[in-house]
């Protein structure tokens, strides 16, 4: 989705560290959200944010930790509380009107080294 | 909690076929949309599809179709004509409103156009 940046494209972590993801949109959307693909299964909802300086927890929050300081950015950090991080991290955006769909970036591949 | 269920894991078809992938889902809610996602082997998301809850009229675009049963709580797609670029796999989602707007996915299908 030309409007949703995701970096980098692949990212490699060592055990203990942390590691941010960056996810910056240009759509003026207010809501962002942070997804977790693993290898054959469906999207699973980590952090979701509606407005700046506010979030909140999705069904599988622990290990991560994430800001909304601008409208524009959403960096997701995968600390190193998060046991199993090798997966697929897609961002979303969505504006406020109710018919409005997410629109995706193009996600990070995450994996332990 | 809403729930939505993708019997099918794999489909195979031929160029130009019919093809119908199923969808079921789980909830009280009275208001909510439904859509369809596909991904390509580049993993981006592309809607494929919406459907409102509060429409009975079918969603299409194009080669693509729903078939939304509210009762039966089935919201399946039809790919009319299918060509190679449908190759992809397609995840169902759901998403109750108002409120935050959560998408709650299916597990997918990978889908096969054959030549």
């Known amino acids: 989705d030309g409007g949703i940046t995701q970096s980098p494209k692949y990212l490699f972590r060592k055990e203990g560290q942390n590691v941010t993801l960056s996810c910056e949109q240009n759509?003026?959307?207010?809501?962002m959200y942070w997804y977790r693909q693993d290898p054959g299964q469906g999207l699973r909802l980590i952090y979701y944010?509606?407005?700046?300086?506010?979030?909140q927890k999705g069904d599988i929050a622990e290990g991560y930790s994430v800001s909304r300081e601008k409208k524009e950015s959403f960096p997701l950090t995968v600390t190193s509380a998060q046991k199993n991080p090798t997966a697929f991290y897609l961002c979303a955006t969505r504006g406020l009107l109710s018919n409005q769909p997410q629109h995706f970036g193009d996600g990070t591949r995450l994996s332990i080294l | 909690a809403q729930t939505v269920t993708q019997s099918q894991p794999e489909m195979s078809v031929q160029e130009a076929e019919t093809v119908t992938l199923s969808c079921t889902y789980d909830t009280s809610e009275n208001n909510y949309y439904l859509f369809w996602y596909k991904q390509p082997p580049s993993r981006q998301m592309i809607l494929v599809i919406r459907?409102?809850?509060?429409?009975?009229q079918n969603a299409t675009e194009n080669r693509f179709s729903v078939n939304f049963q509210k009762a039966a709580k089935s919201f399946s797609l039809k790919i009319s004509d299918s060509q190679l670029g449908d190759t992809a796999m397609y995840f169902c989602?759901?998403?109750?409103?108002?409120?935050?707007?959560?998408?709650?996915f299916g597990q997918g299908t990978r889908l096969t156009i054959n030549p």
């Open positions: 944010s509606q407005i700046v300086n506010d979030f």
């Open positions: 989602a759901f998403m109750k409103i108002p409120g935050a707007q959560k998408l709650v």
């Open positions: 759509l003026n959307h207010d809501a």
């Open positions: 459907q409102e809850a509060y429409k009975q």
